[in-house]
């Protein structure tokens, strides 16, 4: 009788095994730069929690008169599912208009039963754009019928 090798495919790589979501975040572009600019924006602190109409994101970040005016944030997210996280999976989902801090936005259209993660950062008057938040999550649990 013949024998049939036990392994058909090759060994998995511990890249795999350590990779977990949130994906990492995508990188950052290269920031102008010039004698009279002030610095890029700081890492906003974000916070997300359930309402009835959907999710609500809040950040924070200490801003000081060292630091260029912000215009907007962009948000970022994306859907947890099958594929391994890498930071293709994040997608720009909008754009801010900066108010003063603290800020907060309301998504909705989101589907229960389903895993999110969320980012944000800030963008100053140059185009030039923060460091992101942690990442943050939130799993959307089908509420209990009453």
Known sequence: TAT???QSRPPQTNINTT???PAPLPPQPA???GPSFKAVPP???LKISRVQQGIVLSWNMTVTDSHATIV???LFAYQEGSAPPNSALWKKVGDVKALPLPMACTLTQFQEGNKYHFAVRAVDTHQRVGP???PNTI???AKAAS
């Open 43 to 45: 890492k906003p602190g």
């Open 31 to 33: 920031q102008k730069t």
């Open 72 to 74: 907007n944030y962009q």
């Open 19 to 21: 990779l977990k979501h």
């Open 4 to 6: 049939v090798p036990r």
């Open 132 to 134: 992101f938040s942690d």
């Open 139 to 141: 799993h959307l649990v």
